[in-house]
Structure formats: structure tokens, C-alpha cells
């Protein structure tokens, strides 16, 4: 059976599997398959409880039903990531809207860990944050890999991360989004660094917002605020 599945997602079931008593990986991934679709990705994995573990094991592929009910949830805990020895996917934080007033949201074009590494097309995932002035929070992780089985890989990409103001991707690693699909703003960088790295510029610019990060932003430029200042005192 050839299964489309992240790396991540794949290393999370691994580590499951090891939690079910001779549950064999390959056997668990067809059975998380049938259940949830392809392509596996850690953001459907996220979804797996207890309960739907139990029916999966119990299914006509995999019969398990001894398992303890720690182990169920071991492996649970691994399948949402939690704990996971060998990823090297960021953190994710918590986050609610409003915890950051000022903040716009961030899109990064990813491959590698946290890295600053992809464009829009090709990415593996896109790590968002959420940046204010006085923070930079990593707020969701998300992959791309079902976007890319759609019939139109960069409708569905843009889909993906349409609640971001700002796109940033790798200048050296293909072409920037097209401008009919992006987001409000494509920020291109030079290679190399992590994404939290490079938004901390991004982050000490939003006080005083140049004219193409105060469009994003829905507010004015900072470079305009005196011109705007000397005319209402006239």
C-alpha cells in the first residue's frame, strides 16, 4: 500500500506503534489511513483520541485489544506530538486572539525544523507566527502536503494560510508566491536562519511600519506619521 504521509507524521506513528504491543508501524498507518484519509499529515493526527485509537486497533486490519488504557494514551499523546524523541519541529505555544495586541500573523515557508528554508510552492509546512512589538509567538504548525493533491496546489496553499497578513520565504529557494494567491505581503530573505530569527526584524519594524507593512498591517505608515501630524496642527 503506498501512503502519502509527512515525515513527522510519519515518526509520530512509529513511536505510537511501539506504545501497542506488536503493533507493527506499517500496520497502524494503514489503519490511521482508512480512518482519516490521505495524505497523513500531524495536523489530522491531532485529531486521533482515545476512543477512535480504540476502533482503529479493533478494526480488520489491526487487532489489539488488550492494550492497557496508559498505553492508548501514550500513544495518543505521541501521535499529537507531544514528547516526540527525534522531531525537530518548534514548539508550538499557546494562543488566543487578542493576547498580543498590535500583532499581525506570519506565514514561513519551511523544510527544515524551524528554519527559514522554503518557498510557497514547495514548502513542506508553514510555521505561523504571531508578532507584536513586544513578542514573537510561534502559534500553529502547518503542512502542506494535502494542499498539494489538490487540483490547484497554489489555491489551496493560499487557503492554508489565509488568515496571514505577511508570507516570508527563501529568495534562493524558487519563485515567491504568485500575486493573485499570496498573501497581503511576500517577504523574500537570503538563505540561511531560522524563522524566528529573521521575524524578529520584521518585529522591530512594526512600531514604525514602513509603507508595505502598514498596508498589511491596515494601518498607516510610520514614515507618513509626521506629514500626517504637521497637517492636522495646521
Not at 148 to 177: F, M, W, Y
Not at 183 to 207: D, E, F, H, I, M
Request: glycine share 8%; net charge negative; hydrophobic share 40%.
Amino acid at each position: 500500500m503506498s501512503v502519502s504521509i509527512t515525515r513527522e507524521a510519519a515518526l509520530r506513528i512509529a513511536l505510537a506503534a511501539r506504545e501497542l504491543d506488536d503493533v507493527a508501524p506499517r500496520d497502524l498507518v494503514s489503519a490511521l489511513a482508512e480512518r482519516l484519509d490521505l495524505p497523513l499529515t500531524e495536523t489530522k493526527l491531532k485529531s486521533v483520541t482515545v476512543a477512535d485509537l480504540q476502533m482503529i486497533l479493533q478494526g480488520d486490519d489491526v487487532i489489539a485489544t488488550g492494550v492497557p488504557r496508559d498505553n492508548l494514551k501514550q500513544a495518543v499523546r505521541l501521535l499529537w506530538g507531544e514528547g516526540v524523541s527525534g522531531s525537530d519541529l518548534p514548539a508550538v505555544a499557546p494562543y488566543a486572539d487578542g493576547d498580543l495586541p498590535g500583532s499581525i500573523r506570519v506565514a514561513c515557508a519551511s523544510n527544515n525544523g524551524g528554519e527559514l528554508d522554503g518557498h510557497f510552492g514547495s514548502c513542506e509546512r508553514f510555521l505561523v507566527y504571531q508578532v507584536s512589538p513586544a513578542a514573537l509567538r510561534l502559534v500553529d504548525i502547518r503542512p502542506t502536503l494535502e494542499a498539494d493533491h489538490a487540483e490547484d496546489r497554489n489555491v489551496a496553499r493560499a487557503e492554508l494560510i489565509k488568515d496571514c497578513q505577511v508570507v516570508t520565504c527563501n529568495r534562493s529557494a524558487g519563485r515567491p508566491p504568485p500575486r493573485w494567491c499570496a498573501p497581503a505581503c511576500t517577504l523574500k530573505v537570503g538563505a540561511g536562519g531560522t524563522a524566528a530569527s529573521t521575524l524578529l526584524q520584521l518585529q522591530q519594524a512594526l512600531n514604525s511600519p514602513p509603507p508595505w507593512l502598514a498596508r498589511a498591517m491596515g494601518v498607516e505608515a510610520g514614515s507618513l506619521a509626521k506629514f500626517t501630524e504637521a497637517a492636522e496642527e495646521s
